[in-house]
């Protein structure tokens, strides 16, 4: 999740949408796996990632956060994110083969890298990321790349998501330590620690846990 940053410094400058071929096929990375080291607080997960994660790996959230995952402060709300702990900087995911164990579970930013999200307003674009990965050649469409069953829907879900924790940071930062360690507490209890039903799709139960976590909240 990029915010504030000059696209310039950070990206080749452009813009994309899902459907734009883009230089980012790394040919099955061949041996490398840097992008799952050394990543420490960065890939935050969100709650469709906790939702696959148990759906696809069998992990249940207190299983996150047993090892795979901690609680870290991300832009000013606790939220988990993956534990980088293991040899050399490594992801609890990877594999001694240099693999990542959950490949068809990856949470969300491990499926854009080396792409990254741009926001303006709640809305977001694609960007490729420059000097992160020196694999990345070929070009492919961004929505192949992303490897993600409806992606509209997807998508919608994450302005939904960005939406939403953006405005309970903006409610944080103006409030006091109590107003803040609430606002973390309700987000983790109603939006991840909830039983999802694993055999019906994800998105209408997240709208409805978004709805409960704004009341509790007091986000209109
Ligand atoms: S840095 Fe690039 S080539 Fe290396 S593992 Fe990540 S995506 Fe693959
Ligand atoms: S979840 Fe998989 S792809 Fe993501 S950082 Fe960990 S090992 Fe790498």
Known sequence: MIRGADIREISDGKLYRSSDLVRLDTGG???????????????????????RLNASAGYSFEGLLAGPAVLSVADGLVLPVLNMDGPDGAC?????????????????????????????????????????????????????????PELPRYEAYIRSWHALTRKARELADGGSDKLRTMISARILEVLYQHAWDLTDSFYPQYEAQEAEVKRRIGIL
Do not use: N
Request: charged share 25%; glycine share 12%; net charge positive.
């Open 92 to 148: 609890r995911f990877l594999g001694e083969d240099g693999r990542c164990t959950v490949h068809p579970a990856r949470p969300g930013i491990c499926r854009l890298f080396p792409l990254g999200r741009y926001y303006q307003g709640d809305d977001f674009s694609y960007i490729l990321q420059v000097g992160e990965c020196e694999k990345a050649g070929a070009k492919v469409r961004i929505r192949q790349w992303l490897d993600t």
């Open 29 to 51: 990375c061949a041996g490398c796996s840097a992008c799952c080291r050394d990543m420490g607080g960065k890939v935050v997960l969100d709650p469709y990632d906790v939702y």
